[in-house]
T-cell receptor, first 114, second 117 residues
Framework: GENVEQHPSTLSVQEGDSAVIKCTYS??????FPWYKQELGKGPQLIID?????GEKKDQRIAVTLNKTAKHFSLHITETQPEDSAVYFC?????????????FGRGTSLIVHP | GAVVSQHPSRVICKSGTSVKIECRSL??????MFWYRQFPKKSLMLMAT?????????EQGVEKDKFLINHASLTLSTLTVTSAHPEDSSFYIC?????????????FGEGSRLTVL
């Protein structure tokens, strides 16, 4: 089955800095890669996703890149703000045509210091 | 985006009692919903896949008689923790994907914090 590795487990940055979280996956059949943000005591919220036919996607301060050959994808947050502090999960799934149950990474706790 | 509502958000119960958690998709229909369990500072552990009109599919190691799942309609799935014990205390989260989604986007509920005394 699919295996998703996520690094780092904890990331501490100063407000205004950039933050990068990296994930690798093992199954080349995976074609859908969402990122979720989970605030304390709440459920995960989808913040951005990318499909295998795209190399990069951007939404304001958040961007995701995908390297299918190397089987890794990354989340980039620019101009971080204290409200970005949360746990971020990456995931990989075969979004269509097969099982779409995503495999999640272990999560990255992002701390943005004001 | 799509909204998934989970209720209750917090529940405290005595050991030996049963607790029911509801998961509703508010603005879409979902033939499949998923139930996760999350321990503090840990990732999401898939417990079972809830299928509308049929039996749930449980992950290895999850007791189906302990965690009863019912998916009676396209917008509602319930998880019942039977004869709860302190070790069942955890954060339970449901998720759902629109039935007509070809991309597999998952939308999560707000989670339910269960504390068993």
């Amino acid at each position: 089955g699919e295996n998703v590795e996520q690094h780092p487990s904890t990331l501490s940055v100063q407000e205004g800095d950039s933050a990068v979280i990296k994930c690798t996956y093992s199954d080349s059949a995976s074609n859908y890669f969402p990122w979720y943000k989970q605030e304390l005591g709440k459920g995960p919220q989808l913040i951005i996703d990318i499909r295998s036919n795209v190399g990069e996607k951007k939404d304001q301060r958040i961007a995701v890149t995908l390297n299918k050959t190397a089987k890794h994808f990354s989340l980039h947050i620019t101009e971080t703000q204290p409200e970005d502090s949360a746990v971020y999960f990456c995931a990989a799934s075969m979004g269509s045509g097969g099982s779409y149950i995503p495999t999640f990474g272990r999560g990255t706790s992002l701390i943005v210091h004001p | 985006g799509a909204v998934v509502s989970q209720h209750p958000s917090r529940v405290i119960c005595k050991s030996g009692t049963s607790v029911k958690i509801e998961c509703r998709s508010l603005d879409f229909q979902a033939t499949t919903m998923f139930w996760y369990r999350q321990f503090p500072k840990k990732s999401l552990m898939l417990m079972a896949t809830s299928n509308e009109g049929s039996k749930a599919t449980y992950e290895q190691g999850v007791e189906k008689d302990k965690f009863l799942i019912n998916h009676a309609s396209l917008t509602l799935s319930t998880l019942t923790v039977t004869s709860a014990h302190p070790e069942d205390s955890s954060f339970y989260i449901c998720s759902a994907s629109p039935w007509d989604s070809m991309s597999g986007e998952l939308f999560f509920g707000e989670g339910s914090r269960l504390t068993v005394l």
